[in-house]
């Protein structure tokens, strides 16, 4: 079964160009562009990782993370944090509100696979 | 007191009592020596004349017995009259001045004679010579005829003076007896002789007795002589013999027979007794036979002459002589109070003339004595007429002698006294108008200064002499003391307003003494009220003295100091209370004079100026002003305006040095009167309050450019943020690209060279992030050794790989500082990439990269300095201002941006710290970050 990406951003680009990164690898990748549509699709199907950018307008990245943990279906799935904020504190933040990684933009498309390979395979 | 009084009685009295006294006293000595005298030798005369009568009677016993035809009784007369003529051998007083002329009668009876001029004689006064006085005498005496002849040049004898009388009843003076006759030569030859003679016509029988002249020679003779009679005219003549009044001679024998009596001629009365019974006679006679020749016994009896018609015994004194040859006792006797009757009459006599004397000189005296004092009292009357005003009295002057020049000066005086007296009256006049306005004056200083001294009820007023003795006492001190003036005037000392143990100590001693030394003397001393109250007093004690300066008492002004006391410690309180307030006052408070000279200062004044207030006061308050005298005038312009200036902010300068920012509030300050008198203010220390609003507005700058920095982050994290998404989609795809492509496609290359300007963007990006990052910095202390281990943790093995050797010195004690770990980590990063980055361009040499950290003290602030020294190619001299701006860079393109430093010093700065450059080209660079640390405290 391949595994299923969820990738939350606000800006197309972004969505695209990770879109196009992550299918040639095999996974099934999914791509919302708010809170609320990533909250839909996590309750319509089940993903194995979520790629969640913080800066998003309406919920931002921290709220939606704490959303998903509050589901029972997503208590252990991993959620990376990929993100132009880079401070200790949203670190802090963001592992607090259950995400298991944090990574800044930009980051090189070879280090995010390896990253995402390690996590989920 | 007898001596005052005699000094008292007038001079009448005076002059009748030492006159009396003088006179008296003399007289009666006179007299009763006299008398006594007087009447002794009269006594013995008159018992002499006995003795003598019963020498002459013997004598007469002897001539006769010697011649038998001599004529006793001539004898006797003889004697008698010798001795009449020369008492007691008295020579007969020759007078040769004195001639007296005798008619000379040669022959008896004849009429012719011749002038005979002879030296008169004299007895005594009596003139004998042609004088009969004397021979009369003796005539009757004697009963014989008496006769005084001179002796002659020719040597006869001339008859001087005789009683025996011629025919014709004349004096037979001038009769001569030739100096042939026996007569004169027997006489002449100093023999008494008896001789017939013829004279004046009749023969007598005349007994001469040679009368011897002061050479011894024969001058003359007496002569007795007697008619030719018979010796019974002998016994006769005896019993005629009188003595005295009944006073009588008799002769009488041994055995008692009255021979020869006037009235018992033939009685034997030998048994015969005095009326004291004592057989007198038979005393006598037994006496008289032991008498010698020419002795005379005397006896003394009482006898009664009954037959006279006496009825009282007399004392009858007789004396008598023992005749011998005839064993007769010659008795001539008297009656004592007739012998005596002479002196005893001459004695009532002397008595009489004293008393009479007396009596006269009293009169006189007294006559005398009020003519000497009449003038006196006169004058003793005008005196004492003047003394009641009676001026124009003059004394009549009577007499030149001293009282009489007594009583010309007296007028004299009285004159002048007029003058005076008129001009005087002028005088006392005008003085008595002075005085009497004086004396109103004095009357109403008296009664003021007794008002004063009695209105002084506060003040107690008290007058002493030396010995203590309250002699005043006023309404004051009765007031302060308890005491009534009727209770201590005169009566107690001012002991009784001491306390008990002070009388002890002699302070009153104490006291005067002080005084008379200075005169004056002050003090405060507890005193004692009646009651036994006590009450502080303040005494002022000063002395009296007397116009000769010495001192007779003093006199203290007390004043009682309860309510002083307490007001002073009421004072002292408020004042100790308002200086403490001054003192405790946070901001400092100054007072100065309208001069501008300090007067006061408080504690926090002197700190403030950092100066003592014993240093500052009299300085002008102008020293301490940044703007010298000017901003004091100015000050002071503004007081003068507006009497106040609140919240004038100034700069001060302490004696530090230190400039202080003031806030001043300036006062002019006023007496009562509404003067001004000085200045006051006070002075807000607000340096450190300026220094806040400094901060405050660096702050504040801060913020805005915090805020500016912030926003400019925001937009620049902003811009990031949109950048990041693309520049990730573009790097994503293209990497997918290029894989896809793989293999040797020639447009490999060109996809390469889109990746290589990806990443120049995501440098760019990067940096812009770091430099939003500094915008929102969290200052914490820090030690700022962790964040350099951080950096170079990171760098550690990029560095190792370019070869370089790190050298690390890092202080593990370093002060905390406070700032944000990352920006600090920021720096050290971009401090290192920099040093290797140097040492790269230099290529050669030894590549080593010095890290040392340590504390410092910057202008006594403590500092921690983190010190990046590399051996790179260093920065040149030209560039060294530069390297701090942003996009300066050396590097080549794209190999940096330049933003690195500038970066640096923004977060340095932030921090309050600096950067150092050290560098010379060729060797190395030495980059120092210092920021200031919190001291380890805590």
């Not at chain 2, 010579?129 to 014989?144: A, C, E, Y």
């Not at chain 2, 143990?501 to 200075?518: A, L, M, P, W, Y």
């Not at chain 2, 790190?806 to 202080?811: E, M, T, Y």
């Not at chain 2, 040149?876 to 590097?891: D, G, H, M, R, V």
Request: hydrophobic share 40%.
């Amino acid at each position: 079964m391949p595994k299923r990406i969820l990738v939350v951003d606000d800006d197309q680009m972004v969505l695209m160009a990770l879109g196009e990164l992550l299918k040639p690898e095999g996974y099934e990748v999914n791509m919302v562009s708010s809170g609320s549509e990533a909250l839909k699709r996590l309750d319509e199907n089940g993903y194995d990782l979520l790629l969640l950018d913080i800066i998003m307008p309406l919920m931002d990245g921290f709220e939606l993370c704490r959303k998903v943990r509050g589901k029972e279906k997503y208590k252990e799935t991993p959620i990376v944090f990929l993100t132009a904020k880079s401070r200790e504190e949203d670190k802090i933040s963001g592992l607090a509100a259950g995400a298991n990684l944090f990574l800044s933009k930009p980051i090189s498309p070879e280090k995010l696979l390896d990253i995402i390979s390690k996590t989920i395979g | 007191m007898i001596v005052k009084r005699f000094r008292n009685w007038t001079i009448q009295t005076k002059l009748i009592a030492v006159t009396l006294f003088l006179v008296l006293l003399p007289l009666i000595f006179v007299a009763a020596i006299s008398t006594r005298y007087f009447s002794q030798a009269m006594q013995a005369a008159s018992e002499q004349d006995l003795a003598h009568i019963v020498e002459n009677i013997n004598s007469m016993c002897k001539i006769q017995q010697e011649m038998e035809i001599v004529n006793e009784k001539l004898l006797s007369g003889l004697i008698l009259a010798r001795d009449r003529l020369q008492p007691h051998g008295a020579e007969i007083q020759v007078v040769p001045e004195q001639m007296v002329r005798f008619k000379a009668m040669d022959q008896p009876g004849s009429e012719e004679g011749h002038m005979v001029a002879l030296p008169a004689w004299k007895s005594g006064e009596a003139l004998l010579s042609g004088d009969t006085g004397f021979v009369d005498t003796i005539k009757s005496l004697v009963g014989d005829n008496c006769s005084l002849y001179q002796r002659t040049e020719s040597g006869d004898l001339l008859n001087i003076s005789t009683t025996i009388t011629g025919r014709d009843g004349s004096r037979a003076i001038g009769s001569l007896i030739a100096s042939e006759s026996e007569a004169a030569k027997s006489v002449l030859a100093g023999k008494t002789t008896e001789k017939r003679i013829f004279l004046a016509g009749e023969w007598y029988i005349g007994l001469f007795s040679p009368i011897l002249g002061s050479n011894g020679s024969v001058i003359g003779a007496l002569a007795v002589s007697v008619k030719e009679q018979t010796t019974y005219s002998f016994r006769e003549e005896i019993k005629r013999i009188r003595v005295g009044d009944t006073g009588y001679a008799y002769i009488i024998d041994t055995k008692g027979d009255l021979k020869v009596h006037p009235a018992k001629e033939g009685e034997i009365i030998l048994h015969s007794r005095d009326s004291k019974g004592f057989e007198y006679i038979s005393a006598l006679i037994a006496d008289a036979v032991k008498l010698k020749e020419g002795e005379v016994g005397t006896s003394r009896y009482t006898w009664l002459n009954s037959e006279l018609g006496e009825t009282r015994p007399r004392q009858k004194i007789v004396k008598f002589a023992y005749f011998k040859p005839w064993n007769w006792i010659i008795a001539a006797g008297s009656y004592e109070n007739e012998i005596y009757k002479a002196p005893k009459e001459i004695e009532r006599f002397i008595v009489m003339v004293v008393f009479v004397s007396v009596g006269l000189v009293f009169v006189l005296i007294i006559t005398f004595s009020k003519l000497l004092t009449g003038p006196i009292r006169e004058l003793t009357e005008v005196t004492r007429k003047m003394s009641e005003r009676d001026l124009p009295q003059r004394i009549v002057v009577r007499t030149g002698d001293e009282i009489g020049l007594l009583g010309n000066s007296f007028n004299r005086m009285i004159e002048q006294i007029q003058n005076y007296t008129s001009n005087l009256e002028q005088i006392v006049g005008t003085r008595t108008h002075q005085l009497k306005v004086s004396e109103e004056k004095y009357r109403d200083l008296s009664l003021f200064l007794n008002s004063i001294l009695d209105s002084a009820t506060v003040y107690g007023i008290i007058a002493i002499d030396c010995d203590g003795k309250i002699l005043e006492f006023n309404r004051g001190a009765e007031n302060l003391l308890g005491w009534k003036k009727e209770e201590v005037l005169n009566k107690e000392s001012i002991r009784v307003t001491l306390l008990p143990e002070d009388r002890e100590k002699s302070i009153q001693n104490h006291v005067f003494g002080c005084t008379r030394t200075k005169g004056i003397s002050e003090l405060e001393l507890m005193r004692l009220k009646k009651n036994g109250d006590r009450f502080p007093a303040h005494s002022t004690i000063t002395d009296i003295k007397d116009p000769n300066g010495r001192i007779t008492g003093f006199v203290e002004i007390l004043r009682d100091l309860t309510i002083q006391r307490s007001l002073e410690r009421e004072l002292r309180e408020t004042k100790e209370f308002l200086e403490n307030i001054m003192e405790s006052c946070v901001d400092g408070i100054v007072t100065t004079d309208l001069k501008g000279k300090i007067t006061y200062m408080n504690r926090s004044m002197e700190l403030i100026i950092s100066c003592d207030r014993k240093d500052t006061l009299g300085k002008h308050i102008s020293l301490f002003y940044v703007g010298g005298i000017g901003e004091a005038r100015q000050i002071m312009r503004l007081l003068l305006e507006h009497e106040r200036a609140i919240s004038y902010a100034m700069e001060m300068k302490a004696t530090t040095g230190q400039i202080k920012t003031i806030l001043n509030t300036i006062f002019l300050v006023r007496n009562e009167a509404g003067q001004n008198i000085g200045t006051a203010g006070l002075f807000k220390d607000i340096t450190h309050q300026k220094k806040l609003e400094a901060d405050l507005k660096d702050a504040q700058a801060n913020l805005v450019e915090t805020s500016k920095m912030r926003a400019l982050g925001e937009l620049v994290a902003g811009v990031a943020h949109e950048v990041n998404n693309p520049l990730m989609a573009s790097q994503t795809i293209l990497h997918v690209l290029m894989k896809n492509l793989g293999g040797d496609h020639e447009n490999l290359n060109r996809l390469d060279l889109i990746r290589q300007c990806n990443n120049r963007i995501e440098k760019i990006v990067y940096h812009l992030k770091e430099f939003s990052r500094q915008t929102q910095p969290e200052f914490q202390p820090i030690d700022i050794n962790q964040p350099v281990e951080n950096a170079l943790l990171i760098t550690a093995q990029q560095l190792l790989d370019h070869g370089i050797l790190i050298i690390r010195d890092l202080d593990p004690n370093l002060s905390k500082i406070i700032g944000d770990s990352n920006q600090i980590e920021q720096v050290f990063l971009n401090l290192f990439s920099n040093a290797k980055d140097a040492m790269d361009m230099k290529g050669d040499g030894k590549k080593e990269l010095r890290i040392s950290s340590y504390q410092a003290e910057e202008q006594g602030e403590p500092v921690v300095v983190v010190s990046v020294e590399d051996s790179g190619i260093g920065i040149p001299e030209e560039n060294l201002t530069k390297i701090l701006e942003p996009f300066f860079t050396s590097k080549p393109v794209g190999k940096g941006t330049g933003l690195g430093l500038s970066l640096c010093f923004g977060i340095v700065e932030a921090h309050g710290g600096r950067l150092e450059f050290k560098s010379k080209y060729g060797t190395g660079t030495e980059v120092r970050v210092i920021i200031p640390s919190k001291p380890m405290k805590e």
